[in-house]
């Protein structure tokens, strides 16, 4: 692709995400210490490896300025991290409360939900308030590291107000905004409260991204239909400006992933899996713990297979590896609370003394220890309710290089544009298809497995986080020429 290859290598990029890739924490010499997060993002941009990549986020502590700030700083930058500082308070009500609470909910099609924002319409408020501010703090932060040329490229739902920060300050500027969750339809999203304020701030980006091509086009229908502008084949256009459109899908660094399955310490987390689920069918899910994952009704389906199979019932296992996430908003509390519930019921009614249906862990595992358990799975599950794209199904088939492996997958899952043809596609809400599904996958003929896997493998090994990020900012850097010469007149 020649437009990928005009990217020279050591363009200086600024990638601006509300957390960095990284966690910090302190080790018993108190010490700084920094260990990768689990998240789709961060393991998409850990791929990207074509330019110099500072990122510029929230370090996820909070610490008082001063020598342990400063200390903490130092570690950060030594590793091309620019860390943004965000107090308690901030963070609380911008992340837990805006972009968690509201944002991300409502963009994976659940609903503001009224009794709670009525009686807190102070709340709302502060939220948006503080969302605001946050925004205008990453924008202070951008611009210290700013150098003329650099292309930003901003991410995410946390920080659609940042384009317009940032142009306000650098007309000039290359903005690229790119969203990793759903756009939902205008008529979901009309229903936000500060509807046009975002929508007019991310249009100051040169170029906008989603996932998948109904994203972009619900996002340019929002456009239309709230701010009465013209939509071109394009992008949108406002007063003579058109601010570009695109999809952009995303995808891994697979060959981190098959290099992996060579390496010592995951052929030996292999045999001892192998070894410890011997005579039985390994299926898989790995998720954050999150309502838009479809836990619930995962476990709701493999519950009525095995009430309707009972021959399966000590043949069959099922892992569940739910990272908890956002741990601080009730809503996701509750449903911590509901998937343990479910698990101890099916544990309790079809397990035996020598064998559980489901081993359940409510925790990050290491990059071996993951593609191990990729690598074992008979049959993995996505069984998302709504999800931007879901990189757990490209990791696994991935790993499954040699072994070839049933993919389950969302319809709700912009994967399921791409890995359509190869995957099992499954509506996560319809229990008895879905159990169905996991019958089916369970006994499929070796030559199907086969053949899907093929199509699935030939997506995942091409369309790479490293094409994605090219592709973008190729596409960046030429809109934002375009935009310069059209100033010029
Ligand atoms: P996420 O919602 O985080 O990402 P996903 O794309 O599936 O969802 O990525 C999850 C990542 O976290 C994977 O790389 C996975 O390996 C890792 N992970 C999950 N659980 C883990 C565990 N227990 N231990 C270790 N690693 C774990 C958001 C959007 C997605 C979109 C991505 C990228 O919600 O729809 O695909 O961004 O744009």
Same mark, same amino acid.
């Given at each position: 692709n020649q437009e990928v290859q005009r990217v020279p290598p050591s363009r200086r990029l600024i990638v601006v995400a509300n957390r960095l890739p990284v966690s910090a924490y302190r080790d018993p010499e108190g010490k700084w210490q920094l260990q990768v997060s689990a998240g789709g993002l961060v393991s998409a941009l850990m791929g990207v490896a074509h330019f110099q990549t500072k990122w510029i986020g929230w370090p996820g502590v909070y610490v008082e300025a001063g020598p342990e700030r400063d200390a903490l700083t130092s570690a950060l930058h030594g590793e091309g991290y620019a860390p943004v500082y965000l107090d308690q308070k901030m963070?609380?009500? $911008?992340?837990n409360?805006? &972009?968690?609470? !509201?944002?991300?909910?409502? %963009? $994976?099609? !659940?609903? +503001? *939900?009224?009794?709670?924002k009525l009686s807190e319409t102070r709340t709302l408020q502060f939220q948006w308030a503080a969302h605001q501010m946050v925004n205008r703090i990453f924008g202070d932060a951008?611009?210290?590291h700013y150098q003329e040329g650099d292309i930003i490229w901003v991410q995410d739902y946390h920080l659609m107000l940042l384009p317009a920060v940032l142009k306000e300050r650098r007309p000039n500027m290359k903005v690229g905004f790119f969203l990793h969750t759903p756009f939902p339809s205008s008529e979901i999203y009309r229903t936000l409260p500060v509807r046009e304020e975002l929508l007019r701030s991310v249009l100051r980006a040169d170029l906008i991204g989603f996932h998948t091509y109904d994203y972009a086009r619900h996002f340019v229908s929002a456009c239309t239909r709230i701010l009465g502008l013209e939509a071109t084949p394009e992008g949108v256009e406002d007063d003579g400006s058109l601010t570009h459109v695109a999809a952009f899908p995303i995808g891994i660094d697979p060959d981190r992933f098959t290099a992996a399955l060579g390496a010592p310490e995951v052929r030996a987390n292999v045999a001892q899996l192998l070894n410890r689920y011997a005579g039985r069918? !390994?299926?898989?899910?790995?998720?954050?713990?999150?309502?838009?994952?479809g836990i619930p009704q995962?476990?709701?389906? %493999?519950?009525?297979?095995?009430?309707? $199979?009972?021959?399966? &019932?000590d043949r069959v296992l099922l892992v569940q590896i739910a990272v908890p996430s956002r741990t601080d908003v009730p809503e996701y509390q509750r449903l911590r609370s509901m998937v343990h519930e479910v698990v101890g019921r099916i544990n309790g009614r079809y397990g035996t003394l020598t064998h559980v249906p489901i081993y359940h862990l409510d925790r990050q595992l290491s990059f071996h220890e993951l593609v191990a358990l990729y690598a074992i799975t008979d049959v993995a599950l996505v069984t998302s309710l709504r999800d931007g794209m879901n990189l757990v199904s490209y990791e696994y088939v991935a790993c499954q290089r040699d072994n070839a492996g049933v993919l389950v997958?969302?319809? %709700?899952?912009?994967?399921?544009?791409?890995?359509?043809? /190869?995957?099992?596609?499954? *509506?996560?809400? *319809? !229990?008895?298809? +879905?159990?169905?599904?996991? /019958?089916?996958?369970?006994?499929?003929?070796?030559?199907e497995r086969r053949e899907r896997h093929r199509h699935n493998y030939a997506h995942v090994t091409v369309h790479t986080a490293q094409t994605w990020a090219d592709t973008f900012i190729s596409e960046l850097d030429d809109t934002a020429v375009e935009a310069e010469l059209r100033t010029r007149g």
């Open positions: 963070v609380d009500l $911008h992340y409360g805006f &972009c968690n609470s !509201v944002l991300w909910q409502l %963009f $994976h099609y !659940v609903p +503001l *939900n009224i009794d709670s951008v611009m210290q069918k !390994v299926m898989l899910g790995v998720d954050r713990l999150d309502m838009i994952k995962k476990l709701l389906a %493999f519950e009525k297979f095995l009430e309707e $199979h009972p021959e399966w &019932c997958l969302s319809e %709700f899952a912009g994967a399921a544009q791409s890995l359509g043809a /190869g995957a099992l596609l499954v *509506n996560p809400w *319809n !229990v008895s298809d +879905l159990a169905a599904a996991i /019958g089916y996958a369970l006994r499929m003929p070796e030559r």
